[in-house]
């Protein structure tokens, strides 16, 4: 069965071919990912690792947890599942768009 792992504090710098050798010296790596800002393109100094067995993945984070990669010292545990997010903008019931409570409307 495959584990994630979340790996922060990346240099900014890390590419996923690095980041994937890096884990590689502790088992098979499923897949390598550096998460990128969505606006700027650029990296957002953390990303992901899948490994193929839990045995892989608890010597990564043995192997790898407060080791100094490019001047950084990585923290790397177990990802945790993603939460669900309330969509962000105009939430209505929050009060983000439309009429507010106490306001009057003119009208032009």
Excluded: C, W
Aim: aromatic letters at 8%; hydrophobic letters at 30%; glycine letters at 14%.
């Amino acid at each position: 069965m495959s584990t994630r792992l979340f790996v922060g504090n990346l240099s900014f710098n890390t590419t996923q071919p690095q980041l994937q050798d890096l884990f590689a010296a502790h088992g098979a790596v499923i897949e390598a990912e550096v998460v990128m800002d969505k606006f700027t393109g650029r990296p957002r100094g953390f990303g992901f690792i899948t490994m193929e067995t839990k045995e892989g993945a608890d010597a990564a984070i043995q192997g790898l947890h407060g080791k100094e990669v490019d001047g950084r010292a990585l923290t790397v545990n177990e990802a945790r599942p993603r939460e669900e997010r309330p969509r962000s903008g105009g939430d209505r019931d929050r009060g983000g768009y439309g009429r507010r409570e106490g306001r009057r409307e003119y009208s032009r």
